[in-house]
């Protein structure tokens, strides 16, 4: 059995399972007209970035090397900084990766774990500040392949439970346009703070070496 994979409509449909009527379904998200599709188009990637950006998920850490040279096809080239930046006493600064949400980690070029060592840096206004020259970078991007993906499954490196918490939250952001009740807008968001992303923070902490240390309740912090 493979694992699941999922595509934007699957996603838009279990969203719309949370709001309890079976005739809210699409059989295509990118082809359906109307108010539903609209008001979905309008949470969708907001609800789904919101979710990449609460914790440096496995399924969503990427690195990426940032270059000195100008015009990088990853976006991270470097920046001038001169008396009008603020500098946060570093001497480099480099555009973030475009898909970059959060950023961890960064690290010199020559370092055997970088999930262990770690060097300064600050983000500002998508900026990362930092005392080294090509800097490697550790953060979170929305897992999905749109260029790669197979049979229109936008999200096959997305985990299982990572996804429960984008559509469950996606049902809890858009409850109250589709529905206008107020109660089970609350009752998803309990559930989903509550029950869905303990869940996901508890099984995401036991794999592999975390980046951030996790607490006894499976939050990250850093030490």
Request: glycine share 6%; net charge negative; proline share 4%.
């Amino acid at each position: 059995m493979n694992r699941v994979e999922y595509s934007k409509t699957d996603f838009v449909n279990l969203a719309l399972s949370q709001l309890g009527s079976e005739r809210l379904q699409v059989a295509d998200i990118n082809s359906e007209t109307g108010v539903i599709p609209d008001i979905i188009d309008q949470f969708f990637a907001p609800t789904l970035e919101e979710v990449t950006a609460m914790r440096a998920w496995n399924c969503c850490l990427k690195t990426a090397k940032l270059s000195d040279a100008n015009g990088s096809s990853d976006g991270g080239d470097q920046q001038n900084l001169d008396a009008t930046e603020p500098l946060m006493h570093m001497t480099h600064g480099y555009n973030l990766p475009t898909d970059a949400i959060r950023v961890y980690m960064a690290y010199s070029g020559n370092a055997s774990n970088y999930k262990g060592i770690g060097i300064d840096f600050e983000v500002n206004n998508r900026i990362l500040q930092v005392n080294q020259a090509n800097p490697i970078i550790v953060y979170t991007a929305v897992p999905e392949n749109l260029t790669n993906a197979a049979a229109g499954k936008d999200y096959t490196s997305m985990d299982s439970l990572f996804a429960r918490c984008f559509y469950t939250l996606l049902g809890a952001r858009m409850c109250y346009a589709i529905t206008g009740s107020t109660e089970l807008e609350s009752a998803l968001l309990d559930e989903f703070y509550n029950i869905v992303l303990p869940d996901a923070e508890r099984c995401d902490s036991i794999e592999g070496v975390q980046l951030l240390k996790p607490t006894e309740d499976n939050r990250q912090v850093r030490i």
